[in-house]
């Protein structure tokens, strides 16, 4: 079972829900918030392709 644990958007008003959500300014804000949070809590992202990153946690 995998656990969305954080999404990383473009868009504010594309995005909400119970998770944490962090709005980038730019695409490459938007990769690098990723990348970093990726890491931090050892996650996987996934690029939605519309503007909008997931990051995964598989159990």
Partial sequence: M???VA???LKADDV???T????AGSKEELEQTS???EKILDASAHDLKNGTIILVNRR
């Fill in 2 to 4: 995998a656990e969305i």
């Fill in 7 to 9: 999404v990383v958007s």
């Fill in 16 to 18: 909400g829900g119970g």
């Fill in 20 to 23: 944490p959500i962090f709005i």
């Fill in 35 to 37: 990348f970093l949070l």
